[in-house]
């Protein structure tokens, strides 16, 4: 299949790296060094996202926040330059819901499908084609966005129509940064009160407050390797966008509220693009 990427950082380009290994021809935008090895795997760079668009049948969008998804979508050269009839575009980017449906709406008058499909996972998870994929979408659009998915996934969800993806990736962020904070204020209590941090973390491990994130961020932040990983940055943006849909929905979301807060001092103590289990240092 003829497939479009656009989106080359941390997580994208182990995402291209599945779908070329696959044996699709897989076109590119804004290879740079760091992505140059895609090329060199097979690869096709080309100069702007309605070059891409007009190559592939289905376009792959892994971008950093709303703006740079509609930029892409409608700017000048963008991929709605490029589409035709019958073409699909997916994105795997976490961004708002709410002009999510609004930029499906336009690709639809194009005559191209649409598929929201924010990920979880983080840089491992992309490397590892594991993974977890929320998606909002018509079920044939799903249908056939599914092979795909496969590749850079194993948790695929088919959430409900447009938009429903990216309202189930704004509720993760909320329960991961949450359960983030309660592990860094735990340990921070811990140490405080002079316990190893460790081993109070592998007593927990046991019993019933055990939990992913207290296993890898526990650890982390233990350790202080707090190399994204999924930067602090990113996850404020995700908690932003939980808090606007609260408040177009007239929702009262104190603790999502406060870990913003929480980020946003992170953010001003230098930490930004430090993992998010870097949290525990905004605690000090």
Do not use: C
């Amino acid at each position: 299949m003829k497939i479009g990427f656009i989106g080359l950082g941390v997580m994208g380009r182990p995402m291209v790296g599945h779908l070329i290994a696959a044996g699709h021809e897989v076109f590119l935008y804004r290879v740079k060094d760091v992505s140059q090895h895609l090329v060199e795997a097979g690869g096709k760079a080309l100069d702007n996202p309605k070059a891409v668009a007009e190559a592939a049948d289905v376009i792959i969008l892994m971008l950093p926040d709303t703006p740079d998804v509609e930029a892409v979508l409608f700017g000048e050269g963008g991929v709605a330059e490029g589409l035709a009839t019958g073409k699909l575009v997916i994105d795997m980017s976490s961004i708002s819901p709410v002009a999510t449906k609004a930029f499906a709406t336009r690709i639809a008058e194009i005559g191209a499908g649409y598929v929201d499909a924010p990920v979880s996972g983080g840089e491992v998870g992309a490397k590892n084609a594991a993974l977890t994929i929320m998606v909002g979408a018509l079920a044939s659009d799903f249908e056939r966005a599914l092979p795909l998915l496969k590749l850079m996934g194993k948790n695929i969800t088919w959430i409900g129509a447009v938009g429903d993806g990216q309202t189930a990736k704004v509720v993760n962020q909320i329960i991961v940064g949450l359960t983030i904070e309660a592990v860094a204020e735990g340990l921070t209590l811990a140490k405080a009160s002079g316990a190893d941090p460790a081993k109070v973390r592998e007593a927990l491990m046991g019993g019933f407050a055990s939990s992913r994130i207290l296993e890898v961020h526990g650890d982390r932040m233990i350790n202080e390797t707090f190399d994204p990983g999924f930067r602090i940055r990113l996850h404020r943006k995700d908690i932003g966008l939980a808090l606007e849909s609260a408040k177009a929905l007239d929702l009262y979301l104190p603790h999502a509220a406060n870990l913003q807060q929480l980020m946003n001092k992170a953010i001003a103590d230098g930490l930004g693009d430090k993992d998010h289990s870097a949290l525990i240092k905004a605690l000090s």
